[in-house]
């Protein structure tokens, strides 16, 4: 076995919560070992959403015959290419990100794979093979007329794990989850079955105090404010984008809903967006300590040596 994954193309994962410094550690990576990065955020693929969803300022540029998002001169993947109006799905990002890799290797370039959501990290990782269950309409709209606390009701019953790593806000993700079980009649958490291993990988979690964690997140928020997050989602909603969209349904944009439609104040919803940042923090690292191949350092210095050991 040994043998077989020195074979493998190598690919360095960084993981770890919003906020973390996943961005920073990815960019200083990608310039010590000529690296490209390949987005693994289900927020930081659409565009037009750049301050809601922390997306570092970039630009198109050509490369070969194709366009690539550049960041510091770093190119970037799966970041910035998708209309909001448009739906992505876990496997969807795993057929893509593997074209990545490739095409990163292609370039004789490392490939790091940096982001926050797991189910992207486990999907390329462990290569799940998803089961399609088309979007069934009807259903769906007899289950928006539920409440938030009689759909985790529902799932409860119907597969309670999957709730440990479901954005339990996110009512979308949820009537998602509950579609699949009703559909195939098993729980959504065991359709995920791992495929073979494409490629050998290195994943670090970037490990911080969570006060500090903390601090980070609501000085982001802050600074999202400056930034005019609310001109961003006014331009949305008149572009007819609606709340019921993933995009503008997920942390970020949907706790401001109620501000626009004048039922709470401005601050509730800056502290809502910060208390659910918070929370979702906590998900994030809830869902990535489950997963024991993870390395997790304090430290950048201690991520180089590691990454130019497996490298070699």
């Given at each position: 076995?040994?043998?077989?994954?020195?074979?493998?193309?190598?690919?360095?994962?960084?993981?770890?919560?919003?906020?973390?410094?996943?961005?920073?550690?990815?960019?200083r990576?990608?310039?010590?070992?000529?690296?490209?990065?390949?987005?693994?955020?289900?927020?930081?693929?659409?565009?037009?959403?750049?301050?809601?969803?922390a997306?570092?300022?970039?630009?198109?540029?050509?490369?070969?015959?194709?366009?690539?998002?550049?960041?510091?001169?770093?190119?970037?993947h799966?970041?910035d290419?998708?209309?909001p109006?448009?739906?992505?799905s876990?496997?969807?990002?795993?057929?893509?990100?593997?074209?990545?890799?490739?095409?990163?290797?292609?370039?004789?370039?490392?490939?790091?794979?940096?982001?926050?959501?797991?189910?992207?990290?486990?999907?390329?990782?462990?290569?799940?093979?998803?089961?399609?269950?088309?979007?069934?309409?009807?259903?769906?709209?007899?289950?928006?007329?539920?409440?938030?606390?009689?759909l985790?009701?529902?799932?409860?019953?119907?597969?309670?794990?999957?709730?440990?790593?479901?954005?339990?806000?996110?009512?979308?993700?949820?009537?998602?989850?509950?579609?699949?079980?009703?559909?195939?009649?098993?729980?959504?958490?065991?359709?995920?079955?791992?495929?073979e291993?494409?490629?050998?990988?290195?994943?670090?979690?970037?490990?911080?105090?969570?006060?500090?964690?903390?601090?980070?997140?609501?000085?982001?928020?802050?600074?999202?404010?400056?930034l005019?997050?609310?001109?961003e989602?006014?331009?949305l909603?008149?572009?007819?984008?609606?709340?019921?969209?993933?995009?503008?349904?997920?942390?970020?944009y949907?706790?401001?809903k109620?501000?626009?439609?004048?039922?709470?104040?401005?601050?509730?919803?800056?502290?809502?967006?910060?208390?659910?940042?918070?929370?979702?923090?906590?998900?994030?690292?809830?869902?990535?300590?489950?997963?024991k191949?993870?390395?997790?350092?304090?430290?950048?210095?201690?991520?180089?040596?590691l990454?130019?050991?497996?490298?070699?």
């Amino acid at each position: 076995m040994a043998n077989e994954a020195n074979k493998l193309k190598k690919v360095v994962v960084l993981v770890g919560p919003t906020a973390c410094g996943k961005t920073s550690w990815s960019l200083r990576l990608a310039k010590k070992f000529n690296g490209e990065i390949i987005s693994a955020d289900s927020r930081q693929i659409y565009k037009k959403m750049n301050i809601g969803t922390a997306k570092e300022l970039g630009e198109w540029r050509w490369k070969g015959l194709s366009k690539v998002y550049y960041v510091n001169d770093i190119p970037h993947h799966l970041v910035d290419f998708l209309d909001p109006g448009k739906r992505f799905s876990m496997a969807e990002f795993r057929d893509r990100a593997i074209k990545s890799v490739n095409q990163v290797y292609q370039n004789n370039s490392v490939p790091i794979v940096a982001g926050g959501t797991g189910l992207y990290i486990a999907g390329l990782v462990d290569n799940f093979k998803i089961p399609k269950v088309e979007a069934n309409y009807k259903l769906r709209r007899s289950l928006e007329e539920k409440t938030h606390a009689e759909l985790i009701t529902l799932l409860k019953n119907l597969d309670p794990a999957v709730l440990e790593n479901i954005d339990q806000q996110n009512k979308r993700r949820l009537i998602r989850a509950l579609e699949v079980c009703i559909f195939t009649g098993e729980p959504f958490s065991k359709q995920q079955e791992k495929g073979e291993t494409l490629f050998d990988f290195l994943q670090i979690g970037i490990e911080i105090p969570r006060e500090e964690l903390y601090q980070r997140i609501d000085e982001r928020v802050n600074q999202m404010m400056k930034l005019e997050l609310l001109k961003e989602i006014e331009v949305l909603l008149k572009q007819k984008y609606s709340w019921e969209l993933p995009s503008m349904s997920g942390i970020g944009y949907r706790q401001f809903k109620d501000y626009f439609e004048q039922k709470i104040s401005l601050e509730q919803a800056i502290e809502n967006l910060k208390r659910d940042t918070r929370h979702y923090a906590r998900r994030q690292m809830t869902w990535f300590r489950r997963d024991k191949r993870i390395v997790w350092l304090k430290d950048y210095d201690e991520a180089e040596k590691l990454i130019r050991g497996f490298l070699s």
